[in-house]
């Protein structure tokens, strides 16, 4: 079998994804932005596609069940309004293990193309029983790295306008990134996409554990790129941020 030289592989020159991740990233609060009391009429509806002139097969309708993960799915929703509690460790604990932890089998609860598992969290805890700061879960361990102490962040410099309105509320943030080198060694430039997919299955992960656990959660794509890749010291082009989300303790 011919050796693959990793080095050569991974040390290309600007890659794909870095341009255009570079391209939609946010360096600054956007001066104009449309909020959701200014969105036309055509904006606010839900659209479906459909294929009238071919045939339909109506489907029965799905058999009831009152199983926990059905539950979860009913109860899944973006909340924006948290209580003034701080969020326990024990509720803290009982998300990251069972969205980005690793079960007693060395085995994730979420899949991950080749099972590379490029992705890195990190919680900015702001209303919780642990101390204000910046931490990165560490997987093997199930524990936390403490990587910064902070009392706040600027709101104002670090969501776009909408988003300032309600953040200030939240419990903790979760930002999710993702280790390129690690996926691209494998899939080259579609490990850009593998990135995202990946981050998907474990945020609904969150999604469905939230409720679960007493708390509200909601995914936000309004952040200001640069303010946080400062704050967690992370380099875009190796370590990008693909995933944030925003949770609260439920009132």
């Not at 109506?58 to 309004?81: F, Y």
């Not at 326990?88 to 069972?98: A, E, G, M, P, V």
């Not at 900015?124 to 706040?152: A, Q």
Request: glycine residues 6%; contains cysteine.
């Amino acid at each position: 079998m011919k050796k693959v030289d990793i080095k050569k592989v991974t040390q290309t020159q600007t890659r794909a994804y870095e341009r255009f991740h570079k391209k939609t990233a946010l360096s600054s609060v956007p001066q104009f932005e449309l909020m959701p009391d200014d969105l036309p009429d055509i904006m606010q509806k839900s659209y479906y596609k459909s294929y009238p002139r071919f045939p339909e097969v109506i489907l029965p309708k799905p058999t009831p069940n009152k199983g926990p993960l059905h539950e979860a799915l009913q109860l899944r929703s973006s909340s924006r309004a948290y209580s003034a509690k701080p969020v326990s460790i024990k509720q803290l604990s009982t998300l990251l293990y069972f969205s980005a932890g690793m079960s007693n089998n060395a085995k994730r609860f979420y899949p991950s193309g080749g099972a590379r598992y490029g992705l890195e969290t990190y919680l900015i805890t702001l209303n919780t029983k642990l101390k204000n700061g910046i931490y990165h879960y560490y997987v093997p361990n199930h524990s936390l790295e403490k990587l910064l102490t902070i009392d706040t962040i600027d709101f104002k410099k670090a969501f776009t306008q909408y988003n300032q309105t309600w953040t200030p509320g939240m419990g903790f943030m979760i930002i999710i990134t993702a280790v390129m080198d690690r996926i691209f060694v494998k899939y080259g430039e579609r490990s850009y996409r593998f990135a995202h997919i990946e981050a998907g299955h474990m945020a609904q992960n969150m999604y469905l554990l939230s409720n679960q656990t007493g708390l509200g959660c909601c995914a936000i794509a309004g952040i200001v790129d640069t303010y946080f890749e400062k704050l967690l010291d992370i380099n875009r082009k190796k370590e990008p941020i693909i995933y944030s989300a925003i949770f609260g303790r439920n009132g």
